[in-house]
């Protein structure tokens, strides 16, 4: 396939690998690579999404997919993952899986709460580790993790996530300092409310519409992809995330609590 004007595919190569491809933010970061010109490994638990959506891309833009269904909550679920595409040439990856749970910590299940460590967190340390080093041996490539506003601050009554998205955020911008002159562009695109099942997912009192659409999270990762370590989508959430600098960290934590407060059923505040 010819490659003229197809930016990412020219820079970073053939094959792209999206987790959490099945809807949200996974599911634009899947087009829009495919609009790229790129070839698409789409992962994520529901294969029947997966399956309409390869025929898609397939059918709009002419190019190959492959559809691994995977659980990344299970322990050895990004490990598994990593096998079943052992012998693409993976070029981009997007560490876009990830999810929420809303409530006070002492009221929350805690195999779900290890479940959200493991997605979010493990996942994409694993998968990063394993794919990287092919990576840099042919000297160019491209790492993106899914971090979230959240992770700039303590957020109560989503306290793990909050914790997961932070620990996003610095691994990311670490890697793009470690990277740095191996031909690998790193970035976390930290999106703050989003329309996706993320609401509904993590059990908020929010509808589906509430925030930014996901295509918008995308462009902007494109845009900053290879200029800075991190970018937040949305001027608002930018105002947000960065006012909560100059404030004690014990009154971001109230004025939290009281966001979020109002999002989450009663039963588990």
């Known amino acids: 396939m010819a490659t003229s ?16 491809a099945s809807a949200g933010i996974g599911l634009e970061f899947a087009r829009g690579l495919a609009r790229e010109g790129m070839s698409i490994v789409l992962t994520a638990r529901r ?18 997919t492959r559809v691994v269904a995977a659980d990344l909550a299970e322990p050895d679920g990004a490990d598994r993952l990593a096998d079943a595409v052992a012998d693409l040439p993976i070029a981009f990856l997007v560490n876009n899986a990830g999810f929420g749970y809303a409530g006070r910590f002492d009221k929350l299940a805690t195999e779900r709460l290890r479940a959200m460590v493991i997605v979010n967190c493990l996942a994409p340390v694993v998968l990063t580790s394993r794919i990287l080093p092919t990576m840099v041996q042919r000297g160019r490539g491209a ?9 700039r601050q303590p ?51 929010v509808g589906p519409d509430h925030g930014e659409p996901a295509e918008n999270v995308v462009r902007v990762t494109f845009d900053a992809l290879g200029k800075q370590p991190s970018v ?17 960290r014990s009154t971001v934590a109230i004025l939290a609590k009281k966001v979020i407060e109002g999002q989450t059923p009663v039963e588990l505040r």
């Open 5 to 20: 004007g197809y930016k990412f595919r020219e820079k970073y190569g053939e094959w792209a690998l999206v987790t959490g």
């Open 47 to 64: 294969e029947d999404r997966l399956n309409s959506l390869a025929d898609e891309l397939k059918r709009q833009y002419r190019i190959e």
């Open 143 to 151: 790492v993106v993790i899914v971090g979230s506003v959240a992770g």
């Open 232 to 248: 937040i989508s949305g001027w608002f959430n930018w105002v947000r995330a960065n006012a909560t600098r100059l404030a004690p």
């Open 155 to 205: 957020l109560p009554l989503h306290a793990v996530y909050s914790a997961t998205k932070g620990f996003d955020l610095l691994l990311g911008e670490a890697l793009w300092g470690e990277l740095r002159g191996t031909g690998i562009d790193a970035i976390v695109i930290e999106p703050g409310p989003t329309k996706t099942e993320f609401q509904s997912v993590a059990g908020e009192n």
